[in-house]
């Protein structure tokens, strides 16, 4: 048995991985706020306000807009179970673990399930999706992965929407590591549903899910001729709570609602497309850091993802040794490859609170010497000087 | 659009309701900790403190021990969905609303459902379970509720495994209201699947739920021939990042889970006997209170739970405002009744760190003041003096 009876000290880390990242200690105060029960009247105005927060970012006025009290991969399950009927044709997009991971969760929905592969690396793009739909009859839901946190590619929402829309299906987006990060905008985009995380740029702890369903969405779940085979995430019962009428369903995550409040108050004061901007900005000297280091970067050049850049690890390289490295001496956390690229890529995030030229001039640093150490090449500060470029011309 | 602009600042209640209870100073000074990634060497020791102390404080040395990240209902889900087949026969015994609530999640994992309905405030007795199992052929599953949130009844599980176990089918045990506040002792009285809420009498924030399988339960999970239609719950899935392999599942809640790991420290510092003692001892008075101000407890008296005591509301008296009452002027929560309930009795609640013989004081006065108010009778102070006299012959 480990020994419990310690106090639990922590490494101070740096998160640069692919979620969670650092908290805003605004955001660990409001967890220390009075508790109130999830049927307090008192506690009404936290729901209300952090749905209309939700919506700012998601660029949305959909009414039925809420934190799911689990992660990302609830978010997920939700967006399929709601939405899909048995025998159900859905069409998912493959281009890496998290679509596949949406082929799974849709199986177990008992989806008619038609995957389209795309290489891991690369993005979804609009006519790969209308080929596909032209060759097959109805069906009711597309889903694509709008940021994939496995290779770091972003696929273009908009065009892949009017697509979808076009062949009368809905679009379900997976937007666990774009939202608050990256240009989203769910109603002039005509996304149907999407549900995202709360601990990559939206800043705050793990543990919520935020989804938003439109209209089209809602038709289709309140016309079902099956239950929601989830009580937990069904929809319907959720909006009752969630709505005016506060009918009781399950014992909100009251600090978590607290915590998620807060760093949605950081947003609207940052700005939605201000906050987009930091993470282009800061991502951009990343990159030009990396590229200095003459290392490859992993996704599609016109498709890379600012909250997570992905990193090829070069030969003779030790992935996980360098992780290591960056965990003992720096107290940085990045990310390795998962499933397939497990080993040969690295996840560097920038999210949230963790995304600042700071942290990518330190990183950069890091990785220089563990990769020096590794015989990689020389450490000459290469890597953090083009990074300063970068942000010395903003 | 309410004003997310403002500071939030919530009253500072005494949570005496259903739960969430108030929470110890240290479990949310624990939240403070850095944060750490879901798959970073030095954040797995919390995973296995956790499921050890979990598997302390639920009397078992069961494995497959783990915090599911979601609460309580989301705990019966994967209940249910982990142990059942489509068509597989479940005998689910109806006492409250919970019992209700299983009979609906067994029926979204398209179980073969025989409920058996019991009066509301009743507890469920092992003959009529083995009537029950008499008539039936074979039976996969029988789901009873430990403790029934919504009638504060005991029942006497013990006997009822026996029961269950003479029938060849596994018992699975709602424990929301009962773990770490009541006895409950998962291998002596041989309970194959049990789960619970964080926030009761753990005295943890809500957010998780706790969930243990014995060897039959974790046989038949193992053994399926579908797969669990939730990825989110799939016990396999989950054990693989609980277990020494760490695989990536989803992203734990990390806060939550120092502040349960911190819950379960002050538990094993006070010891899960002389807390379910405490528990016991300050029920007592309450219902000595109680009983002096001449109110009618709900549950049938061998079987009242200690956690949660339930009061019928006097003719003549507006429940809701006696529960306004108490918010305003007292700054207490107390619960009202759920479901067919409303309206009809009052719940109140001593669990964790609320349950102390300074709240049982304090409701009492309020109460008999608020009672009062709406021409119950005289306020004379005789529900404290009959609590005290409990408080002192100990």
């Known amino acids: 048995m480990s020994d419990y009876r310690n106090e639990w000290q922590p490494p101070n880390r740096i998160l640069l991985g692919p979620g969670p990242s650092n908290v805003h200690p605004r955001v660990l105060q409001a967890m220390l706020s009075p508790m109130l029960g999830h049927l307090d009247p008192d506690f009404w105005p936290v729901l209300d306000q952090v749905r209309d927060m939700l919506r700012l970012v998601l660029g949305t006025t959909h009414n039925w807009t809420l934190p799911l009290s689990a992660t990302g991969t609830a978010g997920m399950e939700a967006a399929f179970c709601n939405v899909v009927e048995p025998g159900d044709r859905v069409v998912i997009v493959v281009n890496g673990f998290f679509g596949e991971r949406m082929v799974d969760i849709a199986l177990r929905c008992r989806a008619d399930v038609q995957r389209i592969d795309v290489p891991w690396g690369k993005p979804?793009?609009?006519?790969?999706?209308?080929?596909?739909?032209?060759?097959?009859?109805?069906?009711?839901?597309?889903?694509?992965?709008?940021?994939?946190?496995?290779?770091?590619?972003?696929?273009?929402?908009?065009?892949?929407?009017?697509?979808v829309h076009h062949h009368d299906a809905l679009l379900i987006v997976d937007a666990v590591t774009s939202l608050g990060g990256v240009e989203l905008c769910m109603d002039e985009w005509d996304l149907d549903l999407c549900y995202g995380a709360s601990q990559k740029c939206l800043g705050a702890p793990p543990g919520l899910a935020p989804i938003s369903l439109g209209p089209r969405a809602v038709d289709v779940v309140t016309h079902r001729q099956h239950p929601v085979q989830s009580l937990y995430l069904d929809m319907v019962t959720l909006e009752a709570y969630w709505?005016?009428?506060?009918?009781?369903?399950?014992?909100?995550?009251?600090?978590?609602?607290y915590a998620l409040r807060e760093a949605l108050r950081l947003i609207m004061e940052e700005g939605v497309q201000q906050r987009w901007q930091r993470h282009a900005h800061t991502a951009a000297g990343?990159?030009?850091?990396?590229?200095?280091?003459?290392?490859?970067?992993?996704?599609?050049?016109?498709?890379?993802?600012?909250?997570?850049?992905?990193?090829?690890?070069?030969?003779?390289?030790?992935?996980?040794?360098?992780?290591?490295?960056l965990y003992q001496h720096y107290n940085i956390e990045i990310g390795g490859g998962l499933g397939a690229l497990q080993g040969k890529i690295?996840?560097?995030?920038?999210?949230?609170?963790?995304?600042k030229a700071s942290n990518v001039l330190l990183v950069l640093a890091a990785l220089e010497h563990s990769l020096a150490q590794q015989g990689y090449a020389d450490a000459r500060g290469v890597g953090v000087a083009a990074a300063q470029q970068v942000f010395a011309a903003s």
């Open 346 to 355: 690295w996840r560097i995030g920038l999210m949230g609170d963790s995304c």
């Open 243 to 257: 709505s005016e009428r506060r009918r009781y369903h399950h014992t909100a995550p009251i600090l978590m609602l």
């Open 124 to 163: 979804v793009l609009p006519e790969l999706v209308a080929q596909a739909l032209a060759a097959q009859g109805h069906v009711k839901a597309v889903g694509v992965v709008h940021a994939e946190t496995s290779t770091g590619v972003l696929s273009p929402l908009q065009e892949i929407a009017q697509v």
């Open 286 to 325: 990343l990159r030009a850091g990396l590229e200095a280091l003459e290392l490859e970067l992993f996704a599609a050049p016109a498709y890379r993802l600012d909250p997570l850049t992905t990193v090829v690890v070069p030969d003779k390289v030790d992935a996980a040794q360098v992780q290591r490295q």
